[in-house]
């Protein structure tokens, strides 16, 4: 059973910085793809980061330039550091593994850490 913990969210002030990590229970090389995607209420889940475990990122639009996804091989931990952040970055952020098996694709999500930015 694969386990995706985050932590690193908290109240921050509009214009400030956090770090958010994921823990992640099993060998990255077992997956193909890691990613961070966000949720406010009453809205979709969105993209916010992801980076395919043969180097190439993608970024959501509004994070692009904010936010930079990076991983740990040797820890098996994946980080999303944010910058200058704004009110409506405040959300819950998940982090997400995608796994490619003979039988076919598998996603593993963590329970969420709450990010809050005040304006």
């Known amino acids: 059973q694969v386990r995706l913990v985050e932590s690193g969210g908290g109240l921050v002030q509009s214009g400030g910085s956090l770090r958010l990590s994921c823990a992640v229970s099993?060998?990255?090389?077992?997956?193909?793809?890691m990613g961070w995607y966000r949720q406010t209420p009453g809205l979709e889940r969105e993209l916010v980061a992801q980076i395919i475990l043969g180097g190439a990122t993608n970024y959501g639009d509004s994070m692009k330039g904010r936010f930079t996804v990076s991983i740990d091989w040797a820890k098996n931990a994946v980080y999303l550091q944010m910058v200058s952040l704004k009110p409506e970055d405040t959300a819950v952020y998940y982090c997400?593994?995608?796994?490619?098996?003979?039988?076919?694709?598998?996603?593993?999500w963590g329970q969420g850490t709450q990010v809050t930015v005040s304006s």
């Open positions: 099993a060998s990255l090389h077992s997956f193909n793809a």
């Open positions: 997400a593994a995608d796994q490619l098996l003979p039988e076919g694709r598998r996603d593993y």
